[in-house]
Nanobody, 123 residues
Framework: QVQLVESGGGLVQAGGSLRLSCLAS????????AGWFRQAPGKEREFVAA????????YYLDSVKGRFTISRVNAKNTVYLQMDSLKSDDTAVYYC????????????????WGQGTQVTVSS
């Protein structure tokens, strides 16, 4: 069993930065792929970024490539999402997820989910 807790969300002006953290409990977290998803009001939850269990593979939504960076420190059971050059379109609740995923962009591949953290970007 893995529990995920996100932190780091908040209100930021367009062009600013935030770093989200996802702290996992459970000894097996380092064997899971991890991903960040987001859901804006009235929209479906969408893939944002993912990282393989080893950290050697990273994957991004096209609209965040070059602005967001996903990373992980398995010794700390933590996954990060560094978000730079934020835009108003990035406003959403951001969720951390973990699972034995081979299709990293597929929401159904993730077994464990956090409760989400709100990111609001003002223009």
């Amino acid at each position: 069993q893995v529990q995920l807790v996100e932190s780091g969300g908040g209100l930021v002006q367009a062009g600013g930065s935030l770093r989200l953290s996802c702290l996992a409990s459970g000894r097996t977290f380092s064997t899971y792929a991890a991903g960040w998803f987001r859901q804006a009001p009235g929209k479906e939850r969408e893939f944002v970024a993912a990282i393989s269990w080893s950290g050697t593979g990273t994957y991004y939504l096209d609209s965040v490539k070059g602005r967001f960076t996903i990373s992980r420190v398995n010794a700390k059971n933590t996954v990060y999402l560094q978000m730079d050059s934020l835009k108003s379109d990035d406003t959403a609740v951001y969720y951390c997820a973990a699972g034995y995923s081979s299709d990293y962009r597929n929401i159904g591949e993730y077994r464990y989910w956090g409760q989400g953290t709100q990111v609001t970007v003002s223009s």
